[in-house]
């Protein structure tokens, strides 16, 4: 038997596994989102019996599991901790942590710093190298959210609507998902998970990132990012470290706007399964859990 621990990223929409020894990744499977705010115990079962489960090899001896994820917070995550004890054994050790822990150690490992998520929805906190000592409220994407492909989308809209941008961008954004109006108004006030559909019309952004008023835009977004979230730490002199499609794919924009704020950018993951792997075979593997 090959002694292995179990990693976790999950999202609502996928959740990215990776199955590691002492020394490297041996297995990396994506199954659909857990969410355990909004899924069932059956449903969260059904993902980890059905489509987990099968692909780990049976000479595999999960000794521990390190689940990161959205919703993952009391009292929900003991859906997911009863689940994969169900799954893999009641002596198997089990944590089941916050998705914007898991950032925090995929970006800093164990050193302080400041760690965000950018996508769907946006998140930071204050790590002290171990743990998340201060968290500055997203609110959602009505509320707050900002830098967010949510808030992107939400003043991507807003600035056609309102007629703030050109008419050429205007017409360029309209035809580019055949949209109208009436349907924009519709999706978002009338349909379910509108954060979803704002957050979908990013790429219109990302194609034309080089006008300048796509580019100005961008910029205010992810300075209101700043000001409102990471500001509230009180820590100019730290790095700014982000997880997420989001911060990704605007690095070069974001680096503009932590430059008009006087901040400093560190380090930027599209996807932090892999690091929160390597933090745990350095850190955490056969030791103290977390």
């Known amino acids: 038997m090959v002694n292995c621990i179990l990693i976790a990223d999950s999202g609502s929409t996928k959740t990215d596994w990776i199955l590691t020894t002492a020394d490297n990744s041996i297995l990396e499977v994506e199954t659909m989102g857990i969410n355990p705010v909004r899924d069932s115990q059956d449903a969260i079962f059904d993902v980890i019996k059905n489509?987990?489960?099968?692909?780990?090899?049976?000479e595999s001896q999960i000794q521990e599991i390190y689940f990161y994820g959205a919703?993952?917070?009391?009292?929900?995550?003991?859906f997911v901790e009863d689940v994969l004890a169900e799954v893999f054994g009641p002596n198997t050790g089990i944590a089941v942590e916050s998705d914007l822990l898991g950032a925090a150690r995929a970006l800093c490992g164990n050193k302080a710093g400041i760690a965000c998520i950018l996508g769907t929805g946006s998140n930071s906190c204050l790590y002290d190298g171990k743990e998340i000592v201060s968290n500055t409220s997203p609110l959602g994407f009505i509320l707050g959210d900002e830098g967010s492909g949510a808030f992107l989308g939400k003043t991507l809209v807003g600035n056609v609507l309102k007629k703030i941008f050109s008419p050429e961008i205007q017409e360029l954004f309209l035809k580019r998902f055949n949209l109208t109006p009436s349907i924009i108004i519709n999706k978002v006030y009338r349909e379910p998970m509108p954060n979803r559909f704002l957050a979908s019309l990013v790429p219109f952004l990302a194609e034309n990132r080089e006008k300048a008023e796509i580019h100005d835009m961008l910029v205010w977004a992810f300075r209101q990012f700043f000001i409102r979230n990471v500001k509230a730490y009180n820590h100019p002199e730290m790095e700014i470290n982000m997880v997420g499609s989001i911060a990704f794919y605007f690095e070069n924009e974001i680096m503009d706007a932590a430059a008009k704020e006087r901040l400093k950018i560190g380090k930027i993951l599209k996807k932090p399964a892999q690091e929160i792997a390597i933090f745990h075979?350095?850190?955490?593997?056969w030791g103290e859990k977390c």
């Open 51 to 58: 489509s987990l489960a099968p692909k780990i090899p049976q």
């Open 71 to 78: 919703g993952c917070i009391n009292p929900y995550k003991k």
């Open 281 to 285: 075979r350095k850190n955490l593997f």
